[in-house]
């Protein structure tokens, strides 16, 4: 398990941008076995891939409903990935979650059963 804290979330109108940081309590060396990534999560709806990172060599991979306005940024000296979502839509409404997982995983980078470990999330709210 990696302890994951999420942090950034808000209220904010749409349009504007937002930057969503998460910490991973490990060290270095565990960093580079992992991949990092966000989650959504809209009420009433199920929880969605919005970007990863490979720790090791920050090999980076997007959702199509974000790419182009999202970017995901590892801080390898302070443990960090953030997230910045840009031109907001209602739509972009959600609990983010950042999610933590082994890099060599069978399982497909924006499939959440490819990480194993979950922070509780930070809820951004888009204002029409």
């Known amino acids: 398990q990696v302890p994951l804290v999420e942090s950034g979330g808000g209220l904010v109108q749409a349009g504007a941008s937002l930057r969503l940081s998460c910490v991973a309590s490990v060290s270095g060396r565990t960093l580079d076995t992992l991949r990092l990534g966000w989650f959504r999560q809209a009420p009433g709806r199920q929880r969605e891939f919005v970007a990863a990172?490979?720790?090791?060599?920050?090999?980076?991979g997007y959702a199509a409903s974000v790419k182009g306005r999202a970017s995901i940024f590892r801080d390898q000296a302070k443990g960090l990935v953030d997230l910045q979502i840009g031109s907001l839509k209602p739509e972009d409404t959600a609990v983010y979650y950042c999610?933590?997982?082994?890099?060599?995983?069978?399982?497909?980078?924006?499939?959440?059963?490819?990480?194993?470990?979950w922070g509780q999330g930070t809820l951004v709210t888009v204002s029409a």
């Open positions: 999610a933590a997982g082994p890099r060599l995983s069978t399982f497909d980078y924006s499939d959440s059963d490819a990480y194993v470990s």
């Open positions: 990172v490979r720790w090791i060599d920050g090999s980076i």
